[in-house]
């Protein structure tokens, strides 16, 4: 029986058709087009994904919040303070398994299938971009701020961001023109743009090269002296740009990251009124592995002005 036009379904990027009998007004069965669920989707293409992703965090979370109680099998990456662990792997390999069965003509980006040797190449395809463990260093010394983070981006764009803080079950997630939220609760950023009365939050990063730690300890320096009322940091990126978009920090700034620590949280600060911007002060870019995510961009635009830049090579590099 022939189906009339239902719509382009956006997720598997086909184009469907179904049809229903109206036996009460059409005894001979005349075809009538189903079109809620196109429009709908049509206005909101991405939203399952995103319900997906936020299914799968809770998953992640709880894999991590039991293997934090049992011994960890801790290996090196770039740096003796670059950890990964069984854990890490076995929860990106879940997600990616997960997200291939249901979408497989989507693209991913994954820290540890990076770390094995795959490329870390941003398209216009719809892309996944994951940290499977953001704060594993803090997962191995059981310091509870452990987060699973999940970008979404189309175009190269972030449409979607969720970042499970596992430990202390805190689900933030930010989806494009719709605002941000923590275990539903509407985020917002703080209005103090005055940088001597801020609070910023920070990392040392992995790096222990003598002048990248020399260079990092010296933008400490030179922020704290402004003055300002101080810096802090949990650990993991995603949540330290996550107490940005709470407002319970006014700015965060980090260099040598990657972009699957900024993917899923980079929405989240925008989404609850925030900025995103580069340390040197020009526009935001996913693949550099340097960022300031800040409540405005006036104290962004102040916080540039004190950093001196580390060199990492960008992600797209090989």
């Known amino acids: 029986m022939w189906a009339g036009p239902k719509g382009w379904d956006f997720l598997s990027g086909a184009f469907f058709f179904s049809h229903r009998k109206n036996t009460a007004t059409d005894p001979a069965g005349s075809l009538v087009i189903e079109s809620d669920l196109f429009q709908l989707k049509m206005a909101d293409p991405w939203q399952e994904c995103m319900d997906y992703a936020v299914t799968l965090a809770r998953q992640a979370g709880e894999v991590v919040r039991e293997a934090i109680k049992n011994e960890m099998n801790v290996m090196v990456k770039s740096s003796p ?67 699973v983070s999940i970008g979404f981006t189309v175009n190269k764009k972030m449409e979607f961001g969720v970042v499970y803080s596992c430990l202390e079950d805190k689900m933030y997630t930010g989806r494009k023109g719709k605002g941000a939220f923590c275990n539903g609760q509407k985020l917002q950023v703080s209005q103090q743009e005055d940088i001597t009365k801020s609070l910023l939050v920070t990392e040392f990063g992995s790096s222990r090269t003598p002048e990248t730690v020399r260079i990092i300890l010296s933008n400490l320096e030179r922020l704290l002296c402004v003055p300002i009322h101080g810096i802090r940091g949990v650990g993991t990126a995603a949540i330290n740009m996550c107490l940005v978009a709470t407002g319970v920090a006014d700015a965060y700034y980090e260099m040598g990251i990657h972009c699957w620590d900024m993917a899923g949280a980079g929405i989240i600060v925008t989404e609850a009124g925030g900025v995103l911007m580069d340390v040197t002060g020009e526009p935001f870019d996913l693949m550099s592995r340097r960022i300031i995510a800040a409540n405005s961009k006036t104290l ?19």
């Not at 260093?137 to 509870?144: C, E, G, L, M, W």
């Open 300 to 318: 962004a635009e102040r916080i540039a002005k004190e950093i001196q830049v580390v060199p990492f090579q960008r992600d797209d590099e090989d």
């Open 81 to 147: 303070a670059d950890l990964v662990t069984a854990t890490d792997q076995k929860i990106e390999k879940m997600l990616l398994s997960s997200i291939k069965e249901k979408y497989p003509s989507h693209s991913f980006i994954g820290e540890e299938s990076v770390a094995a040797g795959e490329k870390s190449v941003l398209t216009d395809s719809p892309t996944w971009i994951i940290d499977p463990i953001d704060g594993t260093t803090n997962f191995v010394h059981r310091f509870p701020f452990v987060a």
